[in-house]
C-alpha cells in the first residue's frame, strides 16, 4: 500500500479466458451493475470491511480511519489508525449498527502504531480479532485478540502471533474445520522485507525482484485448534496464469499486492486480492485451500481512492463483496465501507463489477 492522492482510475486490463489449471467453461465476464451504492456508515471513515455472518447476522471487523495529520509518505504512513469498531446489520440495506471501540492501541502492550485491515473469526464460544499492528520497532506484526461477544470488546493476547510478519489477515475456516489466515501486503505492507526469510529493516520496493521473475506471493498459515498460533510452516499463496506459469513481478494488473481474501463456493477456493497500484480486485481459483490459485479474472475494477480492499459473504442465498472508496471525504486515507451484491454465472465465474 502506498501514498498516492485519490486518482479517479480508469485502467484498461485483460480479462484472461482460462483453458488449463483451475478453470471455468465460460468465457470473459461481462461488467456488472453501475449503480454505485450508499456508504454504510458517515458518522466515521471506515475501510477494508472483514465482513461475516454470526448466528445469522452480518458483522463487519473495518479499519477505523482517522484524520491523524500525518504526512503521506511512500509507506503509508498517514493510514495512522488507532482503533477498531465492529459494525452490525441484520440484513442488506438495514440499518447498521456502530457497537463503538472493540480494541484500543493502548490496550495491546507490544503495538505501536497503525493498527490496519482486521479479519476475525469464531470458534467454539470464543470470537477472535485478528489485526495487523506495528510493534515498537516499527516492524508490522499479526495480533489476535479474544472476546466472548462478535462486538468485543476484544482483549489482545501479549505478544504477536509468533512468526508472523505483514499485513492484511483473512481468516477462514473450511468445511472440515481447518482454519487458515491469509495474509501479506507489499509497499508499505513490508512482505517484501521478509523475501529471504529473515526481516531486512533497509528492505525496499527493490526488493520485489525482477519483473520477469515470479511475483512475490502473498502467504498462508493454518491456524492451531486454540487460534492463537500457527500450526505448521507459512507458505506462498501461489498464482500461476493459465498455463500454469507463475505470475510474474512485472505483471502489474494480475500479480498479488494486499487485501487477500479466501472464499469457498460449490467445492471451489477462491483467493481474491489487491493488485494495488493497478487498483484492481482480481481472484484466482484452486481445488485446494493453499493452492495453487489459477488466475481467473477481476471482479472489481478501480474505486476513487488509492486502495481497494474487500471481502465476500453469502448471505440469505446470495453472495455480497463489501469493499471500500472515497466517496465521503474524496481524500485516500479516509475511506467510506459499501456492499452490494456478488453476481456469479452459472460455472461459478464472477462477473466484473464497475464501481
Ligand atoms: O488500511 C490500511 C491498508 O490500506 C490496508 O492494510 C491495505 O489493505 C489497504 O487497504
Not at 471513515?45 to 448466528?55: C, I
Not at 515498537?136 to 462486538?151: I, N
Not at 481472484?283 to 471481502?311: D, E, I, R
Request: hydrophobic share 35%; glycine share 10%.
Amino acid at each position: 500500500m502506498r501514498s498516492n492522492l485519490n486518482p479517479i482510475l480508469l485502467i484498461s486490463f485483460a480479462l484472461a479466458v482460462n483453458s488449463g489449471g483451475d478453470s471455468f467453461c465460460q468465457s470473459a465476464p461481462s461488467t456488472a451493475s453501475r449503480v454505485s451504492p450508499k456508504p454504510l456508515v458517515s458518522h466515521i471513515y471506515t475501510a477494508d470491511p472483514s465482513a461475516h455472518v454470526f448466528n445469522g447476522k452480518i458483522y463487519i471487523y473495518p479499519s477505523h480511519d482517522i484524520e491523524a495529520n500525518v504526512p503521506q509518505d511512500d509507506d503509508g504512513g498517514h493510514f495512522n489508525m488507532r482503533d477498531y469498531h465492529v459494525l452490525s446489520m441484520g440484513r442488506i440495506g438495514g440499518k447498521v449498527t456502530d457497537h463503538g471501540v472493540a480494541l484500543d492501541l493502548k490496550d495491546i502492550p507490544w503495538a505501536g502504531r497503525q493498527l490496519w485491515a482486521p479479519d476475525a473469526a469464531y470458534k467454539n464460544g470464543t470470537y477472535y480479532l485478528y489485526f495487523p499492528v506495528k510493534d515498537k520497532q516499527d516492524v508490522f506484526r499479526l495480533g489476535v485478540a479474544t472476546s466472548k461477544s462478535p462486538t468485543g470488546p476484544f482483549k489482545a493476547q501479549p505478544e504477536p502471533i509468533p512468526g508472523s510478519f505483514s499485513i492484511d489477515p483473512a481468516v477462514f475456516t473450511d468445511t472440515d474445520g481447518a482454519s487458515y489466515v491469509y495474509f501479506g501486503g507489499i509497499w508499505g505492507g513490508q512482505l517484501q522485507r521478509w523475501h529471504t526469510g529473515q526481516y531486512e529493516p533497509k528492505g525496499s520496493k527493490t526488493d520485489l525482484g525482477k519483473d520477469d521473475q515470479p511475483a512475490l506471493s502473498a502467504k498462508v498459515a493454518r491456524l492451531s485448534n486454540d487460534m492463537l498460533r500457527f500450526d505448521g510452516p507459512v507458505k506462498d499463496v501461489q498464482i500461476v496464469d493459465n498455463a500454469g506459469k507463475p505470475l510474474l513481478g512485472g505483471d502489474h494488473n494480475r500479480r498479488f499486492f494486499e487485501g487477500g481474501w479466501m472464499h469457498k463456493y460449490k467445492g471451489r477456493y477462491y483467493f481474491s486480492y489487491s493488485t494495488g497500484d493497478t487498483h484492481l480486485l482480481a481472484y484466482a481459483t484452486s481445488k485446494s485451500p493453499v493452492g495453487p490459485f489459477t488466475y481467473q479474472g477481476v471482479l472489481m475494477n478501480p474505486v476513487t481512492g488509492w486502495t481497494t480492499h474487500h471481502s465476500i459473504i453469502e448471505f440469505g442465498g446470495k453472495w455480497y463483496i463489501f469493499y471500500h472508496d472515497v466517496e465521503l471525504s474524496g481524500k485516500t486515507h479516509l475511506r467510506n465501507v459499501k456492499v452490494r451484491e456478488l453476481i456469479r454465472k452459472s460455472d461459478g465465474s464472477i462477473v466484473t463489477i464497475t464501481p
